[in-house]
């Protein structure tokens, strides 16, 4: 298995102790994370968070054959690579393995939930506005910005791959989540209906996890009004410490 890329941040004025850490993914599955000012990364290097931006088997800039490392395993290669990220930083001495979280929103708030699902390695997750049945949105990809022959490509052709689409759906399979989750999602959403999320908190609850679920008005797929941002950082870092008991 080729190892993935990734952009490491150490928590400010770095500690010699392994620090809590932060895994985040991009929120387009073919898309990647980029170096540069990002205030999101400097919010949580502030706070003594290491964070490590993933950018997983399928992501543009590394070549073809590693873009192509994700055809058909979206929700499987995108997983194993944050994964190996998380386990190569508690090796080096970097992360405190009690102590790691994931964010990511649209797609990344799919493999957010989709790693949550595979092991105990994640001790927590925010998720914003994420993909969470991915037979709902292949059906109706006509009517938004996911195209069906995106799909196609991710995980298979619809819809003669439809067991594979329900597989690695999470709102069929709430009882593969069992840690901790936060959950935002706006009202106005065109993407993904705010229901879904809705429903896979819910199903969670009723399992006895942990789920703090915050429905935005006025608010679309991604967050614009800077107040909102800034809200959502604040409510998942407190989220974090309170599960994480940091």
Not at 35 to 53: C, F, I, K
Not at 93 to 115: K, N, Q, Y
Not at 226 to 241: D, Y
Request: aromatic letters at 8%; proline letters at 8%.
């Amino acid at each position: 298995t080729r190892p993935p890329h990734a952009w490491y941040y150490p928590p400010q004025g770095s500690a010699d102790r392994p620090a809590p850490l932060l895994v985040r993914g991009h929120s387009g599955p073919t898309a990647m994370a980029r170096t540069g000012l990002n205030p999101a990364l400097q919010y949580w290097t502030s706070r003594g968070w290491g964070v490590v931006d993933v950018n997983y088997g399928g992501s543009t800039g590394f070549g073809r054959a590693y873009r192509e490392r994700l055809d058909g395993g979206w929700g499987v290669v995108d997983v194993d690579d944050c994964l190996a990220a998380v386990h190569a930083l508690v090796t080096a001495g970097r992360a405190d393995p009690e102590r790691v979280a994931m964010e990511g929103g649209s797609a990344a708030g799919f493999t957010v939930l989709e790693a949550l699902a595979r092991d105990g390695t994640l001790k927590a997750g925010c998720c914003r506005y994420p993909v969470t049945d991915l037979t709902a949105l292949a059906s109706d990809a006509g009517d938004h910005r996911f195209e069906a022959r995106y799909f196609d490509t991710l995980l298979g052709p619809w819809p003669q791959a439809r067991a594979i689409y329900e597989r690695r759906s999470p709102l069929r399979h709430p009882e593969r989540i069992r840690a901790p989750v936060i959950f935002f999602h706006g009202l106005e959403d065109p993407v993904v209906p705010p229901q879904q999320t809705e429903a896979l908190a819910q199903a969670l609850r009723q399992r006895g996890v942990p789920v703090e679920l915050h429905l935005l008005p006025g608010e679309g797929h991604g967050f614009r009004d800077q107040a909102t941002q800034l809200r959502v950082l604040e409510a998942t870092e407190a989220f974090f410490r309170r599960h994480l008991l940091l």
